[in-house]
């Protein structure tokens, strides 16, 4: 993703008040703020896939227990500003690092991750496209969750 395009994110999200992303929709069913608290796990957990990728061969990564993380951080108790400021930071340092990658590494660095591509390795470029289908997926969930 594009620094301008983060920035557009960041300027949207930025407009949603405090009490409708904290609505829960359902019972069992996240919250805009533990969406977007889930996408900050996503970008700490991509983070360390996309650096080890490159300075290791074959890692194997777990998958997170999304909702256990989510427990932990109690991102439904955090403040949207603080939720939002770290997935600013985080999604701007990510697209830089992604723009950082040797071009040699995109198709030859593979990992497996988890269950993704269904326990097969993927290459570091899979991985960055895995990356921002995610990120995308979750910001249309909260889109719906806010009315948007």
């Given at each position: 993703?594009?620094r301008?395009?983060?920035?557009?994110?960041y300027?949207?999200?930025?407009?949603?008040?405090?009490?409708?992303?904290?609505?829960?929709?359902?019972?069992?069913?996240?919250?805009p703020?533990?969406?977007?608290?889930?996408?900050v796990?996503?970008?700490?957990?991509?983070h360390?896939?996309?650096?080890?990728?490159?300075?290791e061969?074959?890692?194997?990564f777990?998958?997170?227990?999304?909702d256990?993380?989510?427990l932990?951080?109690?991102?439904?108790?955090c403040?949207?500003?603080?939720?939002?400021?770290?997935?600013?930071?985080?999604n701007?340092?990510?697209?830089?690092?992604?723009?950082?990658?040797?071009?040699?590494?995109?198709?030859?660095?593979?990992?497996?991750?988890?269950?993704?591509?269904?326990?097969q390795?993927?290459?570091?470029a899979?991985l960055?496209?895995?990356?921002?289908?995610?990120?995308?997926?979750?910001?249309?969930?909260?889109?719906?969750?806010?009315g948007?």
């Amino acid at each position: 993703m594009r620094r301008e395009e983060i920035g557009a994110i960041y300027d949207w999200l930025g407009t949603l008040g405090e009490e409708t992303v904290s609505r829960v929709p359902a019972p069992g069913v996240w919250s805009p703020k533990q969406v977007l608290g889930h996408l900050v796990d996503s970008a700490c957990n991509n983070h360390a896939r996309w650096a080890r990728m490159v300075t290791e061969d074959a890692p194997v990564f777990p998958l997170w227990d999304q909702d256990a993380w989510d427990l932990a951080q109690d991102w439904q108790g955090c403040p949207w500003a603080e939720i939002l400021s770290l997935w600013h930071a985080y999604n701007l340092h990510l697209a830089r690092f992604a723009s950082l990658l040797p071009a040699d590494r995109l198709h030859s660095a593979c990992a497996t991750v988890g269950r993704l591509n269904g326990g097969q390795p993927m290459t570091l470029a899979e991985l960055l496209e895995h990356y921002d289908r995610h990120l995308h997926h979750h910001l249309a969930q909260i889109r719906e969750r806010v009315g948007a």
